[in-house]
């Protein structure tokens, strides 16, 4: 059950995603682009999903186990550090460039196009990176 | 500022967040994590516990353009970047979201859902350096 409901939820993530229209790079820059023509829909779709998974994800801070019977994994980290903060600067520099985050970039990976494929090799080559820098400090 | 009234779709765009909400519910209660796309990635590649699980959450989303391609014509995708901006804006997020430990999926719609300080002080920087970006690079450099 817990293999079906993991499917499935991906499964919807990804169609949410494309009828939203985030799985376009044009659109997420034109929503990006506060100074040029404006293109408001992202916040929407923000807005949209938080406002359905507000209630269950609350509700899953007072529980230990899924309703699948899996253990409760909720980030317990609250400290504001140099990482969030830089990680997340470097992060939303490179969204700004080619208007790609994660999600749409593997919602849209097999649909065909070879922008999507070079930005994906990159990708896990940062995210190798960041692997091999974080054994180099561990050591 | 002026919004692009004739490309602005609040409704598919408040639907399709809905269902990224419906699946972030289902994915919590029923399997007892986050929905961050980075984050997930991250750990099947780097072999973390309950693997199984979340390659089967990143093999839906991978296969989500072929189960609308059966109902309809996909909707407009369009780049951009030239080869150069994909490869550096890829390396970006790649290095960012595992320092950062999320990207808009998780920090943005869970993090924010689960009102979490650091998911709310993330989406803060990482929006904020996407339009500083978009503002340089369309408007200054003129690119």
């Given amino acids: ?139 | 500022m002026t919004i692009d009234w004739l490309n602005f779709t609040p409704w598919p765009a408040l639907a399709g967040g809905a269902l990224i909400g419906l699946a972030a519910s289902l994915f919590v209660l029923g399997n007892g994590r986050i929905a961050g796309i980075s984050g997930l990635l991250g750990s099947v590649l780097e072999g973390g516990e309950g693997r199984g699980e979340k390659a089967l959450f990143l093999l839906g989303l991978l296969l989500a353009p072929l189960l609308w391609g059966l109902f309809a014509a996909l909707p407009t995708i369009e780049f951009q970047s030239d080869w150069l901006g994909l490869v550096l804006a890829g390396l970006l997020v790649g290095i960012g979201t595992r320092y950062g430990a999320g990207c808009t999926s998780g920090h943005g719609v869970c993090g924010i859902s689960r009102l979490s300080p650091r998911s709310l002080v993330a989406t803060l920087v990482f929006m904020a350096a996407g339009f500083a970006t978009v503002y340089i690079v369309r408007h200054l450099l003129g690119g």
């Fill in chain 1, 1 to 139: 059950m817990r293999r079906l409901s993991a499917f499935l939820a991906g499964l919807i993530f990804g169609i949410g995603l494309l009828l939203a229209g985030m799985a376009n790079p044009a659109k997420v820059l034109a929503f990006l682009d506060l100074a040029g023509a404006w293109d408001p829909s992202l916040a929407l779709v923000m807005a949209g999903a938080i406002a359905v998974a507000a209630g269950p994800l609350n509700w899953a801070r007072t529980r230990t186990t899924s309703l699948l019977g899996a253990p409760m994994q909720l980030p317990v980290k609250r400290e504001l550090d140099r990482r969030l903060i830089g990680g997340s600067l470097l992060f939303g520099i490179g969204w700004g460039i080619a208007g790609i985050c994660p999600g749409p970039a593997l919602a849209i990976l097999l649909t065909g196009h070879w922008q999507i494929i070079v930005f994906m090799l990159a990708l896990l080559t940062g995210m190798g990176l960041f692997r091999a820098l974080e054994s180099r400090r561990a050591l």
